[in-house]
């Protein structure tokens, strides 16, 4: 795939603006991986794309839930946060199979707690602590991933 799109940001705030670009950039069906250290701000960009989309109500990570579904304006977006599961297998519990058939962006934290019960996804995020603010990598690894970042990098220009 293409190179990688690294973004430097200042603050939280300039980190839920990314999120809402990356709302802007994002077909109906994608699947996105969150990777970074606690407090990386995962949840924050999530919290931008979700507002970007209408959602008004609260936007917290399901670290105990696993998985907040979300209808937004612009279809579905299932956030998911897989730090506390003890397995992968219990992705299929929670009708993991279902979600991914369907037209909706997947948002996941902690990807590599799921093992091999992930698919590919089209999008890694990479969040990493700076002196001041953070820097977000984005790597697609797929068709619809690469138009993702072809996409923020438009909207960069």
């Known amino acids: 795939m293409n190179p990688p799109l690294r973004l430097e940001l200042a603050d939280a705030a300039a980190q839920e603006a990314c999120g809402a670009r990356l709302a802007a950039a994002c077909p109906a069906k994608a699947l996105i991986f969150l990777r970074g250290d606690l ?36 279809g579905r977006v299932y956030h998911l946060d897989l730090y506390r599961l003890a397995a992968g297998e219990e992705l299929e519990f929670l009708g993991l199979r279902d979600m991914l058939d369907e ?41 619809v991933g690469a138009a993702i970042v072809a996409a923020m990098l438009d909207d960069a220009s």
């Open 39 to 74: 407090g990386a701000g995962k949840t924050t960009l999530v919290r931008g794309l979700l507002r970007a989309r209408g959602e008004r109500g609260p936007v917290r990570s399901p670290t105990y839930t696993l998985i907040e579904p979300y209808e937004t304006v612009d």
């Open 103 to 143: 037209a909706a962006v997947m948002l996941v934290e902690w990807p590599e707690r799921g093992g091999d019960w992930l698919p590919q996804p089209d999008l890694t995020i990479t969040i990493e602590h700076l002196a001041e603010g953070r820097a977000l990598t984005f790597q697609a690894a797929t068709p």
